[in-house]
């Protein structure tokens, strides 16, 4: 059974820092590419953070230049580091990840969602 469980998260001032981590464990075989998403009460879940195998990374507009994404494949472990936070990035920050499990011969992919972790930014 694989499970991704995000930590980090927290209350921090506008202008301030924090370093989100998603931990996947399980019969993992491999992960694939990871997606980071914030939840905002009463707006749609928006993609803030994609993570490739190869550790490129894409991120929106509203992030670029404030958030930075890695992993870390030895551990399992995929991370999300938000600097110049303001209050617009309040939110739940879920990661998404399409993960490899393997029982014997056999190979299956799927994706997973992690429980979030709140993040909350005052000014």
């Known amino acids: 059974q694989v499970q991704l469980v995000e930590s980090g998260g927290g209350l921090v001032q506008a202008g301030g820092s924090l370093r989100l981590s998603c931990a996947a464990s399980?019969?993992?075989?491999?992960?694939?590419?990871v997606n980071w998403y914030r939840q905002a009460p009463g707006k749609q879940r928006e993609l803030v953070a994609t993570?490739?195998?190869?550790?490129?990374?894409k991120y929106p507009d509203t992030v670029k230049g404030r958030f930075t994404g890695s992993r870390d494949n030895a551990k399992n472990t995929m991370y999300l580091q938000m600097n110049s936070l303001t209050p617009d990035d309040t939110g739940v920050y879920l990661c998404?990840?399409?993960?490899?499990?393997?029982?014997?011969?056999?190979?299956?992919?799927?994706?997973?969602w992690g429980q979030g972790t709140q993040v909350t930014v005052f000014s």
């Open positions: 399980g019969n993992i075989f491999s992960i694939g590419e």
């Open positions: 993570i490739n195998t190869d550790s490129s990374t």
């Open positions: 998404y990840a399409r993960i490899i499990t393997r029982e014997g011969p056999k190979f299956t992919e799927r994706y997973y």
